[in-house]
C-alpha cells in the first residue's frame, strides 16, 4: 500500500505564488509517474500536472506556464510551484500516483493523498 501525504496549501492574493509539496511512501518510488489534481467546490476532480519516471512534465492547459511540477526520486517526494496564481485556482489539491513510467491524459491514478487546501483571493 502507498500513502501520499501533502504540504504547503493555504490561502494567497491573486498574482501570487505556492508551492505544495508531497511525501510518498511507495514502493519502488521512481517507478511511479506522479501527478497533482484538482477539485472546486461544486466541480469534478481535475488533472493539473503529471510528471513521468524520467521527469517528463505534462501540464493541463489552464496551467502551462504558471505552474512547475518536480520530483527528486531520492528524496520521494513530488513538487508544485504555482505561480501568476488566479482565484480560479481556488481548490483542494490532491497528490497522485501511477505506477508506469508514462502518465497521460491524466487517467486514473493508483494511489491518492489526502488533499490540502489552496484558497486564492481577488
Known amino acids: 500500500q502507498g500513502q501520499l501525504v501533502e504540504s504547503g496549501g493555504g490561502s494567497v492574493q491573486a498574482g501570487g505564488s505556492l508551492r505544495l509539496s508531497c511525501t510518498a511512501s511507495?514502493?519502488?518510488?521512481?517507478?511511479?509517474?506522479m501527478g497533482w489534481f484538482r477539485q472546486a467546490p461544486g466541480k469534478e476532480r481535475e488533472g493539473v500536472a503529471t510528471?513521468?519516471?524520467?521527469?517528463?512534465?505534462r501540464y493541463a492547459n489552464s496551467v502551462n506556464g504558471r505552474f512547475t511540477i518536480s520530483r527528486d526520486n531520492a528524496k520521494n517526494t513530488l513538487d508544485l510551484q504555482m505561480g501568476r496564481l488566479k482565484p480560479e485556482d481556488t481548490a483542494v489539491y490532491y497528490c497522485?500516483?501511477?505506477?508506469?513510467?508514462?502518465?497521460?491524459?491524466?487517467?486514473?491514478?493508483?494511489?491518492w493523498g489526502r488533499g490540502t487546501q489552496v484558497t486564492v483571493s481577488s
Open positions: 497522485a500516483a501511477r505506477m508506469g513510467v508514462r502518465w497521460y491524459d491524466f487517467v486514473a491514478p493508483h494511489y
Open positions: 511507495l514502493a519502488y518510488y521512481a517507478r511511479h509517474s
Open positions: 510528471i513521468d519516471t524520467d521527469g517528463t512534465p
